[in-house]
């Protein structure tokens, strides 16, 4: 593996377990055992690794979603696992988002792109569960539920994380984020879409369990 990718792997690792802003380059040298000096010949700053990683995300995100007309529970179980990997891989980013954002005018340009890659997927998801007779809204609530949807992803973890001292990101945490999505979209489906929704939930339950024992 190249340095550079080494040193991404190593950051979003460390990011991860101790939260972006208690880590510094010196940390994440020496995770790795490289020199700082080699560190910076791939990244002038923490920013830019941070850039890079957060490019990362963006492509993951756009390759988690193909647009269909229709979808079945099969693929709809594996977006939200999909979009479940993303919350995880990458919590580090979903917990202190203000303030990285904050820190980097281009990042959040990349950010608020991002966000909208991930609005046109809900909105894509949500007229194909409609066409299909799962959701019975109108117009005006689908743009509601989307922008709903949307908060609760983006906004989950930051949540769960100023709800205990000392609190951490668990894998059930996000498994529970996943649930809370399936829980809003619930109000707004037909019944066999309410069968569907509850078939999803009974999977991610299931996984919640695993990961508490």
């Known amino acids: ?97 203000p303030d990285i954002l904050s820190r980097d005018e281009q990042l959040q340009e990349k950010y608020l792109a991002a966000q909208e890659i991930s609005h046109r997927n809900i909105m894509t998801l949500l007229e194909s569960f409609r066409e299909s007779g799962l959701l019975s809204a109108g117009v005006k609530e689908m743009q509601s539920l989307a922008n709903t949807l949307k908060l609760v992803i983006t906004s989950w973890v930051a949540f769960q994380t100023v709800q205990a001292p000392g609190a951490k990101i668990t894998k059930s945490v996000v498994y529970q984020g996943v649930l809370q999505v399936l829980a809003v979209v619930k109000p707004f489906t037909t019944g066999l879409g309410k069968q569907r929704v509850m078939e999803l939930e009974s999977h991610y339950d299931d996984h919640l369990q695993e990961d508490l024992v």
């Open 1 to 97: 593996m190249k340095t550079r990718d080494r040193i991404m792997l190593g950051a979003l690792e460390l990011f991860n377990e101790r939260g972006e802003p208690n880590v510094t380059t010196n940390h994440i040298a020496a995770h790795l055992s490289i020199s700082p000096g080699n560190l910076y010949y791939h990244f002038r700053n923490k920013e830019q690794i941070i850039d890079a990683i957060f490019d990362g995300y963006t492509s993951a995100l756009k390759n988690s979603f193909s647009p269909k007309d229709r979808y079945s529970s099969e693929e709809l179980l594996a977006y939200l696992d999909a979009i479940f990997l993303l919350m995880w891989r990458y919590r580090f980013m979903y917990a202190n988002l």
